[in-house]
Every structure is written in C-alpha cells, then in structure tokens.
C-alpha cells in the first residue's frame, strides 16, 4: 500500500515563499501521476499543478499558479517538491499530494488519484 506524506506547509507573508515536498512510500512513484490539490474553508478541493513521465516530465499547472509555483522531483527520495513563490492571501488553503496512474487529460481532476496524503496547511498573511 503507498503512502503519501506532505510537508513544509506554515505561515507565510504575502509575497514570501514555502516549497512544499510530498516523500512517497511503499511504491515507486517515478512513472505515476503526481499532483498538488488544495482546498480552501468553504471551497472544494482544486487541481494546483501535477507532474507526469512521458519519456521526460511533463508538467501541469492552474492558470492562478502558473508563473508562481513550480514542481520538480527527486526520484532517488521518491519526492515531488512544490515551490511557491510570490504567495498571496488567495493562496492560503490544506495543500494536499496526490498520485495515480492516470492519462494526461485527467490530471486535474481529484476523482481520478488513487493514493492522497493528509494534508499541510500553508497561511498566507496579507
């Protein structure tokens, strides 16, 4: 059974930066769908960004993000890494990983992951 745990979510001032990382256990997650979900008090879950092997990583973001965060892996740690920089108050959400063997086209949906970690939550101070 794999395992997903989040970390280096905190409290941040607008404008500032978190990276957060998502370590993986229990499978190889290199060639799976990894991707970064967040949902905010009252809204639900939305897709942030997701990373996917197609030969070389191919990479998927919100347009609110684009520009801002940006993923990269480390597959010796069998880890995504999300780094968010220019943070806004907007941003501030549970941050949650997710990973699945999924096509390309359904990346941005949560219905479609199989595994999720338990979430960190990252503040954005205006």
């Known amino acids: 059974q794999a395992q997903l745990v989040e970390s280096g979510g905190g409290l941040v001032q607008a404008g500032g930066s978190l990276r957060l990382a998502c370590a993986a256990s229990?499978?190889?997650?290199?060639?799976?769908?990894t991707g970064w979900f967040r949902q905010a008090p009252g809204k639900e879950r939305e897709f942030v960004a997701a990373?996917?092997?197609?030969?070389?990583?191919?990479?998927d973001y919100a347009d609110s993000v684009k520009g801002r965060f940006t993923l990269s892996r480390d597959n010796a740690k069998n880890t995504v890494y999300l780094q968010m920089n220019s943070l806004k108050p907007e941003d501030t959400a549970i941050y949650y990983c997710?990973?699945?063997?999924?096509?390309?086209?359904?990346?941005?949906?949560?219905?479609?992951?199989?595994?999720w970690g338990q979430g960190t939550q990252v503040t954005v101070s205006s």
């Open positions: 997710a990973a699945g063997r999924l096509g390309p086209t359904s990346v941005t949906a949560a219905r479609f992951y199989d595994y």
């Open positions: 229990g499978s190889t997650f290199s060639t799976y769908v």
């Open positions: 990373i996917r092997w197609s030969g070389g990583s191919t990479y």
